[in-house]
């Protein structure tokens, strides 16, 4: 396969990703209109559930979709690196991860800054790359367990 083109397919989802996040950074993922989403479904699931637990768990949920979203592009960062990187050795590849990890995530919250109705904050891009961290760790766990396991194959 063409050098070019193999580059492409590897690194297009990671790519595609990263304008996803800064897609759910508009006004349309704005909390007034999520939380209006979680309300109903919370007031249908949940008949007796308070404005305030329904602000709660709106809040935790907006949170841990920044991890989620950082861990998926973690994820995708190893591995665009490790297919297009072969001849580094692994922690290259999660070093290089995570500086683009930090980049996106700070990118991220000053698009958020320039939106009327989001609010840029640094406790997000700590949470961001907490994401990314993890997505790291999982690709780090996974790797070396797969290299171990391939290394007792041959002996």
Known sequence: MNRTIHIIKIWLPTVLWICCIFYLSTEVFSADHT?????RLLSFLL??????????IHFFVRKAAHIVEFCI???LLFHSFRNTQKKQRYW???????????????ADELHQWFIT??????????IDVTGGILGQAICVIFYRLR?????????
């Open 147 to 155: 290299t171990r396991e391939n290394k007792s194959d041959i002996d």
């Open 117 to 126: 109705s989001r609010t840029s904050s640094v406790i997000d891009i700590v």
């Open 35 to 39: 939380s209006r989403i979680l309300k």
């Open 73 to 75: 592009m973690s994820l």
């Open 47 to 56: 008949p007796d559930i308070s404005m305030r637990e329904i602000f709660i």
């Open 92 to 106: 290259s590849w999660v070093l290089y991860s995570l500086i683009i990890i930090v980049i996106v995530a700070a």
